[in-house]
């Protein structure tokens, strides 16, 4: 319930009251699709290309026209589990993977630093990063996250709160290692290709939906502007940019900060991953 009342919140700012196309775009309220709000949202608060523009009108037309036959409950499911799929992939492509050996101190220094440099980042981002933080905190409990780093208290820990960890580790862990070592721009950046991603699989993935037996009624997605108002489209500005905007008046930035496991313990977490790796699901 928290989950729902701050993407809420982050979708009703004012911030996005404005006449930018993107803007514009929003998402059907019947089909309650908060969370593409709020990465449509994260969209119009960033820079983009004018072909980076270009492309997500023509991924969410074609969402749409693939969608518009299929009941609102098979829209849901197909939007989260896309959703789900795309993050924990992105997290773990080549360019972005990291090894993540997540602490309680890890958590903490997470949490500081987005207190402390919150007005950076955009709120999807916020949103983003809050939320793999709260999949960590019930580990946090009787020591369970540190205890694990520890090759002789490893083995007092649940079987299941292990696998829990590993799995963590290896696909939400990513996330918070990336935030703590990246700048803020960059941070937002990384957003910002996850969600690009995310609507173009969606239009790929969304094709297959249109062999499944129709409805009698067309539900659309994503509500976008009229055809005159997105032949506006045109590149960003080269001064005074939305990510500028982010940034005025806020401290600098945290450079260089990087969280590391110790040695030992990263070797013998690397052994239990590729046993992980290894099991067939």
């Excluded at 908060?34 to 820079?47: G, K, P, S, T």
């Excluded at 009108?57 to 518009?68: A, S």
Aim: glycine share 2%.
């Amino acid at each position: 319930m928290k989950r729902v009342f701050l993407l809420c919140v982050l979708v009703m700012n004012p911030f996005y009251l404005q006449a930018s196309v993107m803007g514009q775009i929003k998402v059907n309220p019947k089909i309650s699709a908060i969370l593409q709000q709020a990465m449509i949202n994260h969209l119009d608060q960033v820079d983009l290309t004018l072909a980076q523009k270009e492309n997500t009108i023509t991924h969410l037309q074609t969402i749409n026209e693939n969608l518009k036959f299929v009941d609102q409950a098979n829209i849901q499911a197909f939007l989260f589990s896309e959703f789900f799929k795309s993050f924990h992939q992105f997290a773990n492509s080549p360019e972005h993977q990291v090894k993540a050996y997540i602490s309680n101190s890890n958590l903490i220094a997470a949490k500081e630093k987005l207190n402390q440099y919150k007005s950076l980042y955009t709120d999807f981002a916020k949103f983003h990063i809050q939320d793999q933080i709260k999949n960590f905190e019930p580990l946090v409990k009787d020591n369970v996250l540190n205890n694990y780093k520890n090759i002789t208290k490893r083995e007092q820990i649940k079987e299941e709160q292990r696998e829990r960890i590993q799995l963590l580790n290896k696909h939400v862990g990513p996330w918070i290692m990336q935030f703590m070592r990246l700048k803020s721009e960059q941070f937002n950046a990384m957003c910002t290709q996850h969600i690009l991603r995310y609507f173009e699989n969606m239009a790929n993935v969304s094709r297959f939906f249109k062999k499944s037996i129709p409805t009698q009624t067309e539900n659309i997605l994503f509500i976008l502007p009229d055809q005159s108002t997105l032949e506006t489209l045109t590149e960003p500005a080269p001064t005074a940019s939305k990510e500028e905007a982010l940034i005025q008046n806020s401290p600098k930035d945290v450079e260089d900060l990087e969280v590391e496991p110790s040695e030992a313990a990263g070797e013998e977490i690397n052994k239990l991953m590729d046993k992980v790796d290894k099991t067939p699901e």
